[in-house]
């Protein structure tokens, strides 16, 4: 992707964050926005249907783009390898696994797919896996995170052995898995320094798209964001919080990494990558979040896009401008992991 292609104001700063802002909006982008509005309520009143624990999942050939599905469990998780057109298996030294959004409720959507097929026909040289996380309602996060937590570790292994560099991947509520697991596996590693133990394995980056950084849903700014989102209510987001967090307090570390020791990525050296929009009632947090990282000298790459709702990057599928150049500056920032 060419410089103009991706233009924007990047901060000329001393920060271990590199901060590009962003804020054109297609008059196509423009008419999306309005039909999502429309149709918000029909949206969020998705009821959640899906079996318990990990889901396994069926997409139809037309949402994979040529690419094919390899199937393999890992510590009760279904892992799903996308494999590019005409290749029997991808072997590489890099692998993405990637935590699609949807609530913690929903399985990954056609959009994902899409997204995720473009991504391992892209980039040569990774792996990209969708990991089916066990979901809410019927595995809230006390249930779930622990399953994943034991798919977490069991993955670090298996790359170390094969000597591949790991890059958790997500959107939204996926990324906010992602981010905590990687956090609550390093505070545990944290408290076993000094012991006899042979280091545990971690990725070397996260990238997170619209992250959901706090599930309390108390920063004041998200009630003077609501206006301009078209897709989400702070009311919706904060029952989508309610039906993940089970029993456990919404500020728990697990659940919400804005209240985790991100100081321990900067310490292991794990770059923290990201997206923002500013029509999206989840970009308070997720900046708040994205300014603790360069607090504590975590290194990575962050766009701020203005005019954008949440998740814009989903429709890259559909031909928009900005998804396509959102979704071509992640593949640009992963490649040079």
């Known amino acids: 992707m060419t410089d103009d292609k991706m233009s924007g104001t990047t901060a000329k700063t001393s920060s271990s964050i590199q901060l590009t ?31 318990d624990g990990s889901i396994k999942l069926n997409p139809s ?7 094919t599905l390899h199937e393999r469990t890992v510590s009760d998780v279904h892992i799903y390898d996308v494999i590019p057109p005409n290749q029997a298996e991808k072997r590489s030294k890099k692998r993405i696994y990637y935590f699609a959004g949807g609530s913690w409720q929903e399985p990954p959507s056609p959009q994902h797919y ?14 990209i896996s969708i990991v089916s996380t066990p979901l809410a309602p019927n595995d809230p ?50 408290e076993q320094e000094g012991v006899e ?9 996260i990238m997170n798209v619209c992250p959901s950084t706090d599930l309390t849903r108390a920063n004041p700014d998200i009630d003077k964001v609501a206006p301009r989102d078209p897709l989400l209510t702070p009311k919706i987001i904060r029952l989508t919080a309610r039906a993940w967090q089970g029993d ?6 697990r659940i919400s990494p804005i209240n985790a020791d991100v100081s321990l990525l900067a310490k292991k050296g794990i770059k923290v990558h990201g997206i923002t929009a500013g029509c999206d009632v989840l970009s308070p947090d997720g ?7 360069a607090e504590a000298g975590v290194v990575g790459e962050w766009v701020h896009w203005e005019k954008q709702m949440h998740c814009f990057v989903l429709t890259m599928p559909y031909g928009l401008t900005e998804a396509k150049d ?6 640009d920032v992963l490649k040079k992991e």
């Open 326 to 331: 959102a979704t071509q500056w992640i593949v």
């Open 248 to 253: 456990w307090d919404p500020a728990d570390r």
């Open 197 to 205: 133990i042979k280091q545990r394995p971690h990725p070397v980056a």
């Open 114 to 127: 899409k997204i995720c097929a473009k991504l391992a026909k892209d980039m040569s040289d990774t792996s």
């Open 61 to 67: 050939k037309s949402n994979l783009s040529q690419c």
């Open 287 to 293: 900046i708040v979040f994205r300014n603790k990282c």
């Open 21 to 51: 802002h962003r804020d054109e909006r297609t008059f196509l982008m423009s008419v999306v926005q309005s039909l999502v509005r429309l149709m918000r309520v029909r949206i969020s009143n998705r009821q959640a249907n899906h079996e």
């Open 141 to 190: 996060a006390p249930k779930s995170f622990p399953v994943c937590q034991n798919m977490y570790r069991a993955l670090m292994a298996e790359a170390e052995e094969a000597g591949e560099k790991v890059i958790l991947a997500g959107d939204s509520s996926g990324a906010n898995i992602a981010l905590c697991l990687v956090l609550e596996a390093l505070r545990e590693d944290s």
